[in-house]
């Protein structure tokens, strides 16, 4: 014994399915807006050169970035083979030579000692048109003389300062 369902029922006012909560009526449109206010302009940028027309420009691009990389490695290496060299004659005592055939204690020909200044010179890459070294009194330990001379076109004078008796010594510009 159940209970039959109930009977659907129509409704008594028409719904309205999207109702609008305005106040203003239904038929009514909002008022249009204008545009705000944009100048006109006769500027145009500049126009683009035409893309891919020729390979010119890239080759040239290209080898413009070779030049420019070559350059930075040469820039690179006189930079280091200056700093390894030890450019400028007062290289802090660098330029080293041993007088040869030296008796401790005893006198050293300046000529014999000129020519070994000379060669030193020489082997670091210097042009050496002239030396000219005194006698040296005694060849000993702290033992130094003055030499005079032209190296690359400059006139310069020289210290050269035994290290020992055995003839081992540096050259210092003065």
Same mark, same amino acid.
């Given at each position: 014994? %159940?209970?039959?369902?109930?009977?659907?029922?129509?409704?008594?006012?028409?719904?309205?399915?999207?109702? %609008?909560?305005?106040?203003?009526?239904?038929?009514?449109?909002?008022?249009?807006?204008?545009?705000?206010?944009?100048?006109?302009?006769?500027?145009?940028?500049?126009?683009?050169?035409?893309?891919?027309?020729?390979?010119?420009?890239?080759?040239?691009?290209?080898?413009?970035?070779?030049?420019?990389?070559?350059?930075?490695?040469?820039?690179?290496?006189?930079?280091?083979?200056?700093?390894?060299?030890?450019?400028?004659?007062?290289?802090?005592?660098?330029?080293?030579?041993?007088?040869?055939?030296?008796?401790?204690?005893?006198?050293?020909?300046?000529?014999?000692?000129?020519?070994?200044?000379?060669?030193?010179?020489?082997?670091?890459?210097?042009?050496?048109? %002239?030396?000219?070294?005194?006698?040296?009194?005694?060849?000993?330990?702290?033992?130094?003389?003055?030499?005079?001379?032209?190296?690359?076109?400059?006139?310069?004078?020289?210290?050269?300062?035994?290290?020992?008796?055995?003839?081992?010594?540096?050259?210092?510009?003065?």
């Amino acid at each position: 014994m %159940s209970t039959p369902p109930p009977e659907p029922t129509q409704p008594t006012q028409p719904t309205q399915a999207f109702a %609008s909560p305005s106040p203003l009526p239904a038929h009514q449109q909002y008022p249009q807006y204008q545009q705000p206010y944009a100048p006109t302009s006769s500027w145009q940028p500049p126009a683009q050169p035409p893309r891919g027309e020729s390979g010119a420009t890239r080759v040239i691009a290209i080898v413009a970035l070779v030049l420019a990389a070559l350059a930075c490695l040469g820039v690179l290496v006189v930079f280091v083979v200056t700093m390894v060299s030890g450019v400028g004659i007062d290289a802090g005592g660098d330029l080293e030579g041993t007088a040869p055939q030296v008796v401790a204690g005893q006198p050293y020909s300046g000529e014999a000692l000129a020519a070994e200044v000379q060669h030193v010179f020489e082997y670091e890459g210097w042009s050496v048109d %002239s030396m000219d070294c005194p006698d040296t009194p005694r060849v000993d330990y702290d033992a130094q003389t003055t030499c005079h001379g032209v190296v690359d076109d400059y006139e310069e004078n020289v210290t050269v300062d035994f290290q020992d008796a055995e003839g081992h010594f540096k050259v210092f510009e003065e």
